[in-house]
T-cell receptor, first 115, second 114 residues
Framework: DTGVSQDPRHKITKRGQNVTFRCDPISEHNRLYWYRQTLGQGPEFLTYFQNEAQLEKSRLLSDRFSAERPKGSFSTLEIQRTEQGDSAMYLC?????????????FGPGTRLTVL | GNSVTQMEGPVTLSEEAFLTINCTYT??????LFWYVQYPGEGLQLLLKATKADDKGSNKGFEATYRKETTSFHLEKGSVQVSDSAVYFCALSDQGSGYSTLTFGKGTMLLVSP
């Protein structure tokens, strides 16, 4: 399968714990995006990378959130001191900059439940 | 800022019925418009897109026309199937973000019964 993959698919954690999610984009894609989707809502943009540079961050991305893409390939999203309001589906997408107005391909998501 | 408004669901139809899901948008500049579909237990998939006014996107029997004068991008299908049951999201990206970030509507669930 050469699509976007995410790991883990599900994560249950206790409030106050740290969690880290991983995203592997389509191999030739240079842009990688993180979105958050809560129940009954559409995905909301969090941040995106072009190669290893983080080019934009939403104001939704509080100080407890950090994302990295160290070698311009896979990316990690870490949430420190999780809160119940962080419970959501975290989606990753990738695209090839300049191609078809950056058509984005999405992974299956990581569902986070904070108890 | 940018926003997308979709009709609320669920939309419940019988097989072979005609489908319309309304979508209107607010954006600066000239956005690109998209419909994504999310089948149960799966990730978002791009269904169709249009990048300029009067463009018609189409795929798998679904169509949507970019109407700049009414800032709309309504999704239509002439004859739905049970397998079309899913959540449909309208989205846009605009020049202000370099056509990078997507702004989504809340989604509309479609339920098709045999």
């Amino acid at each position: 399968d050469t699509g976007v993959s995410q790991d883990p698919r599900h994560k249950i954690t206790k409030r106050g714990q740290n969690v880290t999610f991983r995203c592997d984009p389509i191999s030739e894609h240079n842009r990688l995006y993180w979105y958050r989707q809560t129940l009954g809502q559409g995905p909301e943009f969090l941040t995106y990378f072009q190669n290893e540079a983080q080019l934009e961050k939403s104001r939704l991305l509080s100080d407890r959130f950090s994302a990295e893409r160290p070698k311009g390939s896979f990316s990690t999203l870490e949430i420190q001191r999780t809160e119940q309001g962080d419970s959501a589906m975290y989606l990753c997408a990738s695209s090839l900059a300049g191609l078809a107005k950056n058509e984005q391909f999405f992974g299956p998501g990581t569902r986070l439940t904070v108890l | 800022g940018n926003s997308v408004t979709q009709m609320e669901g669920p939309v419940t139809l019988s097989e072979e019925a005609f489908l319309t899901i309304n979508c209107t948008y607010t954006a600066t500049g000239y956005p690109s418009l998209f419909w994504y579909v999310q089948y149960p237990g799966e990730g978002l998939q791009l269904l169709l897109k249009a990048t300029k006014a009067d463009d018609k996107g189409s795929n798998k029997g679904f169509e949507a026309t970019y109407r700049k004068e009414t800032t709309s991008f309504h999704l239509e299908k002439g004859s739905v199937q049970v397998s079309d049951s899913a959540v449909y999201f309208c989205a846009l990206s605009d020049q202000g973000s370099g056509y990078s970030t997507l702004t989504f509507g809340k989604g509309t669930m479609l339920l098709v019964s045999p």
